[in-house]
């Protein structure tokens, strides 16, 4: 069965000489096209086992085998690849770029697979339709709201067919209204598009909603 299994995953910072670890031996197996919320306390390394599972960063040990792929013993060049065709981030502070409109900011993915611009522009159109802003292709990041930027981060997540989203609190900078929206369109699409979801959330309304929910303690997934 596809799954994602992670063992043995560790990982320390460094404080001078002091090590301070964060992941502890972390084994877990997950289904695929899920939604997997992740809670826990603050500090507990959650975005550090985020990072990991993206290839941002490197764990110090252990194994990751991702959707068949042991992602723990790629190449620089093949995590490039991997985080370019498999992954889709979702940010708290949305992470768009301000002096470009929606259509561009979503096409940037695009553009680093080396799609031209008129296929770039369609395809991110059909993205901006899939989460209901098509009629904001035009505009820059400050002329949109809070919830709407989220929602073209979204969009740029998604336009390369993901086959995981990963989301660092994507509700942690909106109301409880739009964190509602916005949780919605992301179970919506996860469904439709089957991709699956890892999504960290210190909102246990949030975290209730994931299919499988797990919590960060002591450096191990419970
Ligand atoms: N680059 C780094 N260098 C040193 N220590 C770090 C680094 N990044 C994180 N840490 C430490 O590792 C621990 C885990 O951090 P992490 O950001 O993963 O926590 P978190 O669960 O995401 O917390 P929060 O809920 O506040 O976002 C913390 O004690 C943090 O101070
Ligand atoms: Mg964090």
């Given amino acids: 069965m596809m799954s994602l299994k992670i063992s043995e995953l560790?990982?320390?910072?460094?404080?001078?000489t002091e090590e301070i670890p964060v992941l502890k031996s972390l084994s877990i197996e997950f289904p695929l096209n899920k939604m997997i919320t992740i809670m826990g306390a603050s500090g507990s390394g959650?975005?550090?086992?985020?990072?990991?599972?993206s290839g941002v960063d490197k764990a110090d040990s252990g194994k990751i085998v991702l959707d068949q792929i042991e992602i723990t013993s790629l190449t620089e060049k093949e995590i490039t690849l991997y985080r370019r065709e498999k992954i889709g981030i979702?940010?708290?502070?949305?992470?768009?770029?301000?002096y470009l409109s929606s259509l561009e900011n979503v096409s940037i993915p695009l553009y680093l697979s080396g799609l031209s611009k008129i296929l770039a522009h369609k395809k991110a159109t059909e993205s901006l339709i899939a989460v209901g802003l098509e009629n904001r292709i035009h505009h820059k990041p400050s002329e949109l709201s809070g919830g709407e930027q989220q929602r073209i981060a979204i969009a740029r997540a998604i336009v390369n067919d993901p086959k995981f989203i990963f989301a660092d609190e994507p509700t942690g900078n909106l109301d409880s209204e739009n964190s509602e929206k916005i949780l919605t369109l992301l179970k919506t699409l996860q469904v439709e598009k089957k991709f699956s979801i890892f999504l960290v959330t210190h909102n246990p309304e949030i975290g209730r909603a994931g299919d499988i929910q797990v919590i960060m303690k002591d450096g191990n997934l419970i």
């Fill in 10 to 16: 560790k990982k320390s910072y460094f404080l001078g």
């Fill in 90 to 98: 979702i940010f708290q502070f949305f992470n768009l770029l301000p």
């Fill in 46 to 53: 959650k975005s550090t086992f985020m990072h990991i599972l």
